[in-house]
């Protein structure tokens, strides 16, 4: 078990306090209940696009098995730090293990990572939809869907992978309180006994990477998408091809428009409170609103969950 080291003293600490979103005691209590219905309200938004994908014939095209996937995603993403919130916010002491802490940031960053990669993929899916439409059933084949699915989540988990496992041998001096509600690179960095420059570039550079190349890629994608677009004649076709990738074009501003804040340079100095409202606004909230955008601009995803919900026969 890791160890923390005292300048003062030879005594050792086995975990980390995270401090959360501190308050009076009755606070905490509204905290809890608001975060568990968010919680709540989230599995069971993905959920429900999970099951009408599975369960709607109509649904089963690579369009859909990767929203499918993306809802399987966001259900565990705010699995990584939902329930461990709640369980602080009850808590008088607020400790998390140190294996615990690492396995957060372990998930919650490869949770993320599969994110940026599945929102990449469905840009390039609709590219193909809308660019080459005549090609589409031949170019996006069920076996290239699958393959571009697994891709994302096993890059997803290897991204971070290294640098985590060097920040969880490395040794922690002093004070082990966490400004946070969950393990973040940026004040875990901050407890090492000695910085390391090496891994705090490795750090910045993955996580520019990480976000950067699969933005320009959407971008990209969605200019040559615009531009197809605009060549159609009618008002009608022009309609359906903004209606289907806006739900995209949201998710992705609601996601890189806050994510890029905080993790292009992750031991940069943020205020903690504003640090804290941002990550709540992308791991949190935006996992709750997908489902939604998603439903509310999609005619076949409405009336499959018209059906899975009993509404039509």
């Keep these: 078990m890791k160890s923390f080291s005292s300048p003062s003293n030879s005594s050792t600490i086995t975990g ?19 975060f568990s219905t968010v919680y ?30 993306f809802s399987f995603l966001e259900i565990w993403y705010v699995t990584s730090t939902v329930p461990n919130m709640l369980a602080n916010f009850l808590s008088d002491t607020k400790v998390i293990s140190f294996s615990g802490c690492f396995l957060q940031f372990y998930f919650f960053f490869s949770l993320g990572s599969a994110e940026c990669f599945f929102l990449a993929v ?19 084949t069920g076996r290239l869907c699958n393959i571009l699915v697994f891709t994302c989540w096993v890059l997803g988990f290897l991204w971070f992978l290294i640098p985590i ?32 420059p090496v891994i705090e ?47 995209h074009l949201a998710v992705v501003s609601l996601f890189y428009g806050s994510v890029m804040v905080m993790y292009v340079s992750p031991t940069s100095e943020h205020e903690a409170g504003m640090q804290k409202i941002v990550t709540l606004f992308y791991s949190v909230f935006t996992p ?26």
């Design 122 to 140: 469905m840009a390039f899916d609709r590219y193909l939809a809308i660019c080459r439409p005549l090609h589409y059933p031949t170019l996006m």
């Design 288 to 313: 709750l609103i997908n489902p939604v955008i998603y439903s509310l601009r999609n005619t076949d995803m409405k009336c499959a969950m018209k059906k899975l919900l009993g509404i039509v026969p």
């Design 201 to 247: 570039l490795t750090s910045s550079t993955l996580s520019s990477l990480l976000l950067f190349i699969p933005f320009l890629f959407i971008m990209g994608s969605y200019v040559l998408v615009l531009k197809a677009v605009l060549k159609v004649p009618s008002a009608a076709g022009k309609r359906k091809a903004f209606s289907t990738c806006g739900s």
């Design 16 to 34: 980390f306090i995270l401090l959360g979103l501190p308050g009076p005691r009755e606070e905490q209590i509204l905290l809890f209940v608001l």
């Design 165 to 196: 496992i060097v920040i969880s041998q490395m040794s922690f001096c002093g004070s082990r309180i966490i400004d946070h509600f969950l393990c973040d690179p940026g004040p875990l960095l901050t407890l090492t006994c000695s910085r390391n």
């Design 40 to 69: 709540l309200l989230t599995l069971m938004g993905n959920g429900s696009i999970i099951c009408a994908v599975h369960w709607d014939q109509r649904l089963h095209t690579p369009m859909y098995i990767l929203l499918a996937n």
